[in-house]
């Protein structure tokens, strides 16, 4: 069984900075997929930052490119995310998945998640 504790989300002002973690436990290989998605009232969750195939391949959405760096320490099993120059667009919440790779891709369909972290940026 896998669990996923997120934390690390607050209210910052825009042009601030976060540091979001996720605290994997349970059988997680290092071939996983780790990802941090988003997700706003009224829209849909969409993926911000993965990591993958024991981090050699990264995955950013265009509008955090520059901005957000994933990281991963295998070695406590936690997720990073860090967020510098937030606007208030990236208001969400924020969640942390892990699901096993379906080869090279990582579908996230019936991945474990964490139950969130809220980041709000005024």
């Known amino acids: 069984h896998v669990q996923l504790v997120e934390s690390g989300g607050a209210s910052v002002q825009a042009g601030g900075s976060l540091r979001l973690s996720c605290a994997a436990s349970g059988n997680i290989a290092s071939s996983y997929c780790m990802g941090w998605f988003r997700q706003a009232p009224g829209k849909e969750r969409e993926g911000v930052a993965a990591i993958y195939i024991g981090g050699s391949s990264i995955f950013y959405v265009d509008s955090v490119k520059g901005r957000f760096t994933i990281s991963q320490d295998n070695a406590n099993g936690t997720l990073y995310l860090q967020m510098h120059s937030l606007k208030p667009e990236d208001t969400a919440m924020y969640y942390c998945?892990?699901?096993?790779?379906?080869?090279?891709?990582?579908?996230?369909?019936?991945?474990?998640w964490g139950q969130g972290t809220q980041v709000t940026v005024s």
């Open positions: 998945g892990a699901v096993q790779p379906d080869g090279s891709v990582c579908r996230w369909t019936g991945a474990y």
